[in-house]
């Protein structure tokens, strides 16, 4: 069925979008949210025909508050960050480039394969799956959280604004931690 107003072409696109997001198992909520042209209910079908049967995730959507939940985390997530906003041809705090989004996932998933996971438990390594990664995308376009350049490393650094890590570089932090722990008398 094409919807009103949408040439077939279109439609087409809509639906390529949607199983590229499905096979990386973006949550159907934000999937629909993002192609009004397709209904939840048949999102939802493309997931689990996609996934052989298995049916779409539930429960609460991830905040980008709760996603880091140990410093190193932090490293992480400023670094798939960074390559979101290296692959955007737009400006990332101004509308999300799902292209770009993908990219960037693409990526950090071949860099770090065996610390993706889809279901709890999450290691350090954030985000753990691609509907982490959208929120990420997205806490940067509605001003949740920005990427900074740190003069001292030159680096880098997302600051994730109400979360429990101060908005400074946390690549520092953890190298002055290191730096602490390494020298004797100092412990």
Not at 53 to 68: K, N, Q
Not at 82 to 103: K, N, P, T, W
Request: hydrophobic share 40%; glycine share 4%.
């Amino acid at each position: 069925m094409i919807a009103e107003g949408l040439s077939y072409e279109d439609q087409l696109q809509n639906y390529q979008l949607a199983y590229q997001l499905l096979k990386r198992k973006l949550r159907t909520s934000y999937v629909s949210q993002l192609i009004k042209s397709i209904s939840l209910p048949e999102i939802r079908d493309i997931h689990r025909a996609i996934h052989q049967g298995e049916s779409p995730s539930s429960g609460l959507l991830p905040a980008i508050e709760a996603i880091p939940q140990v410093r190193e985390s932090m490293l992480y997530i400023s670094l798939f960050a960074s390559l979101y906003r290296g692959a955007s041809q737009i400006d990332i705090r101004a509308e999300m480039d799902v292209s770009a989004i993908i990219f960037a996932w693409d990526f950090f998933c071949v860099t770090f394969p065996n610390h993706v996971r889809e279901r709890r438990p999450y290691g350090k390594v954030r985000p753990a799956n691609f509907s982490e990664a959208w929120v990420v995308a997205q806490a940067l376009k509605i001003g949740l959280a920005a990427l900074h350049y740190c003069k001292s490393c030159h680096g880098d650094h997302i600051v994730i604004y109400n979360s429990k890590f101060p908005p400074t570089c946390q690549i520092c932090v953890i190298d002055q931690l290191r730096k602490r722990e390494n020298t004797p008398g100092l412990r």
